[in-house]
């Protein structure tokens, strides 16, 4: 539930953007190097002026983090962006709690990869295809999961059976569950992960499935079925997780711990 699937990937895109900038910086310095005598000359002069440098590379990773941010349909507050940036560059501690950060962080990369799915579906026939075939597929299995006896809908695309009931406790706001658990596709059939003993830290799983998790106590074992568009959507969590895929967990909670990182 947490390794692969019901957590989306922490680190946008943006990153590798702003990394791949500041290298071809370096390397157009490189390689201006190796022109001439007076371009060796030249390159030396430019890469010892701290001043043009540093504006160099900052303005070419923020003119890079906006065209990115255009292009995948988000927009952000410059100010913030800058503020953000120079946070970072001095090694501050960040203005928000560092959970609150990663969650946005998150929040931002599935948005992106939303939009970008949403794109292909649009463009591509193959792609649309099969969303199309996954999405009837996954409705038809949610429709059978919520047949089964003891079946009780949870919110709306979210069906579980309880099959054992705990008595041990739920978790803080400082603790993650422990958990045994495996993850299904194709209604429940297809078993894409399993986990012994894994930590399941509520901050970094989809919000559907913490609001789940969050009804738990240690010894509960649940079977939870997510609708498509309860867990990944169009956009899917390749390689494991095409488009508009619903997800089956069954899970059974052994345990709480401390939660890892700074608050």
Same mark, same amino acid.
Request: with cysteine; proline share 5%.
């Given at each position: 539930?947490?390794?692969?699937?019901?957590?989306?990937?922490?680190?946008?895109?943006?990153?590798?953007?702003?990394?791949?900038?500041?290298?071809?910086?370096?390397?157009?310095?490189?390689?201006?190097?190796?022109?001439?005598?007076?371009?060796?000359?030249?390159?030396?002069?430019?890469?010892?002026?701290?001043?043009?440098?540093?504006?160099?590379?900052?303005?070419?990773?923020?003119? $890079?983090?906006?065209?990115?941010?255009?292009?995948?349909?988000?927009s =952000?507050?410059?100010?913030?962006?800058?503020?953000?940036?120079?946070?970072?560059?001095?090694?501050?501690?960040?203005?928000?709690?560092?959970?609150?950060?990663?969650r946005?962080?998150?929040?931002?990369?599935?948005?992106?990869?939303?939009?970008?799915s *949403?794109?292909?579906?649009?463009?591509?026939?193959?792609?649309?295809?099969?969303?199309?075939?996954?999405?009837?597929?996954?409705?038809?299995?949610?429709?059978?999961?919520?047949? *089964?006896?003891?079946?009780?809908?949870?919110?709306?695309?979210?069906?579980?059976?309880?099959?054992?009931?705990?008595?041990?406790?739920?978790?803080?706001?400082?603790?993650?569950?422990?958990?045994?658990?495996s993850?299904?596709?194709?209604?429940?059939? *297809?078993?894409?992960?399993?986990?012994?003993? =894994?930590?399941? $830290?509520?901050d970094?799983?989809?919000?559907?499935?913490?609001?789940?998790?969050?009804?738990?106590?240690?010894?509960d074992?649940?079977?939870?079925?997510?609708?498509?568009?309860?867990?990944?959507?169009?956009?899917?969590?390749?390689?494991?997780?095409?488009?508009?895929?619903?997800?089956?967990?069954?899970i059974?909670?052994?345990?709480?711990?401390?939660? *890892?990182?700074?608050?």
């Open positions: 539930m947490v390794h692969r699937s019901l957590s989306p990937n922490p680190t946008p895109m943006l990153h590798h953007h702003a990394r791949h900038l500041v290298a071809s910086v370096a390397l157009a310095g490189i390689a201006g190097c190796t022109s001439s005598q007076s371009a060796r000359n030249d390159a030396l002069v430019s890469a010892d002026d701290a001043t043009r440098f540093a504006y160099g590379v900052g303005y070419s990773v923020g003119e $890079d983090v906006r065209e990115g941010l255009a292009a995948d349909g988000v =952000a507050d410059s100010a913030l962006l800058c503020r953000g940036f120079s946070d970072a560059i001095q090694q501050k501690s960040p203005a928000m709690p560092k959970r609150e950060l990663d946005v962080l998150r929040a931002v990369h599935r948005a992106m990869l939303d939009n970008a *949403q794109r292909r579906f649009d463009e591509d026939p193959q792609f649309r295809q099969l969303a199309n075939a996954n999405a009837a597929i996954s409705a038809k299995a949610i429709d059978a999961f919520a047949a *089964q006896p003891g079946a009780t809908t949870v919110e709306e695309g979210v069906v579980q059976i309880v099959l054992a009931t705990g008595s041990g406790p739920k978790t803080n706001a400082d603790e993650a569950f422990v958990a045994d658990w993850m299904a596709i194709a209604g429940g059939t *297809q078993v894409i992960d399993t986990r012994t003993g =894994a930590i399941i $830290d509520p970094k799983i989809l919000p559907v499935a913490a609001r789940v998790l969050s009804t738990m106590r240690v010894g074992h649940r079977r939870i079925a997510f609708a498509a568009n309860k867990a990944f959507g169009l956009g899917g969590d390749a390689p494991a997780i095409g488009p508009n895929e619903a997800l089956f967990i069954d059974t909670i052994t345990g709480t711990a401390t939660r *890892q990182g700074t608050p």
